[in-house]
């Protein structure tokens, strides 16, 4: 990043060794910009990973992140909520991307995107078909488990008993969205909402995420990458 | 998938057994019950001759409660020459107790749970931390064996059989040695930061990306089952005597960490009842009970 204008980005699954995959991708975005290393006034790491980063001299929070990297985008964001694969958070933060509050869920996979991808391979479904497929929905299932593990075998259940794939996705984003939506609530809930983290990439969710907080919700073009603008945005103290 | 390929290891999978209690002989008994629990894992029968048990068997729940109950029961009366007929009343009990065929009434496994563990360790017991398949229950009881208060966690596989079974597959450890393995360490590690079952596995996967060893990575994970469990048991209040039933307490790593936790120890198995069939014994004595009230009134 230049000045506040993205020069190159790029993403890469973690793989065993999570730094060497980090390492290896920086290689390429500095090539795609004809840069290297040296020429990076900082490197800022962010998430789950951001302490086995090859770059530890500084790192921020996903939190902090999230809040700088909405604010750049739309300056009218008071509330992020993130959905990320292993965790989800909610950030209500002031005019300057500042947290004032924030609350996070990471000790449960009912409540991220592992949730989804566990359900649509019960469900046999490509994850990046459940969102067109939950539109499709006629009728509203609600479904009684929470723990990923007991709601696999409900799904499995519920093929059984002939309800429809589409009837099933849908009951699948209405239920990790009621949990994410008592997340938010944690944070008191002010608008603009920004949904952020590669999870806002399912419509499906999205949608089923509207109805369940009842307010508008506003999603970058690029979701996954708010948390990485955030940190390049960050200032090394 | 599990169960589906037929070449690759199954970890999780338990024994499936019967056993019949030598000593006892039901031709000339006054009262013949059964008790069946079809739990979300695992299906258990018990056979009550005039209160004594008489033989049990313990096997998978298949996707059929019906066939199931059947199933179990059928094996639980082979080689003892006695037939389904032969029972004078039968009461189902468990996750899937509606639907046992041949059970004239159910009654809650919780308290078919505290009646069972009454009668395999006596009066004395007054607390019972039941660890099944899907689900965790910390039973308080009198001396008769009824509850008095109970707690139960069934939202989350995190402290359950299910649980279990994910670890055992993950780690390619049978599921009968995980809590020996576990044990198999100088000193026990912190605990896994995550009782997420679904969790548990990157969880897993990043301590042995760190070059921790199989008996640790089970340690910690034995470690964090057992305070999540204690957690329980110390919102309901431990008093003595303390003993556990269902299919984990038959899991050393667990049991010892957890007594440990709570600082009180749980009374032994017993030889010849499997702790996993008390909620079975409990439903074949409340049979009994049932039988002979309903006995007694007809002579009204």
Known sequence: MKDNQTLSKGQIPCGFDQKAATEKLVEDLLQQSNLSLADMAYVVSTGAGKNSSPYPASEVSMVSADALGANLLFPSARTIIDVGAENSLAVRCNEKGRVIDFAVSDKCAAGSGTFIEAMARALEVKLEEMGPLSMKAKRTIVMDSQCTIFAESEVVSLIHEKASKADIARAIHDSIANRIASLARRVRIQEDVILVGGVALNLGFVNSL?????????????PEFIGALGAALTRPK | MRGKCGTMKEYWRWPEYRHTVPGVEWTKAEIVSGGVDVGAVSSKAALIVDGRLFAYS????GSSSPDSANKVMDWALEGTGMKLSDI???VGTGYGRVNVPFAKKTVTEISCHARGANYIWGSTVRTILDMGGQDCKAIRCDQNGKVTAFLMNDRCAAGTGRGVEVIADLMSVPIEEIGPTSLNVEKDPEPISTTCAVFAKSAAIALLRKGWSKEMVLAAYCSAMASRVAELLKRIGIERD???TGGISKNIGIV?????TIGIKALPAKNEFDPAIAGAIGAGLFAQDLYGKEHAESFH
């Open chain 1, 210 to 222: 509207r109805s369940a907080l009842g307010v508008e919700l506003l999603v970058p073009r690029e």
């Open chain 2, 58 to 61: 313990i096997a998978r729940t």
């Open chain 2, 88 to 90: 004078q009343y039968v």
């Open chain 2, 242 to 244: 303390f003993v556990i």
């Open chain 2, 256 to 260: 010892k960490r957890l007594e440990y």
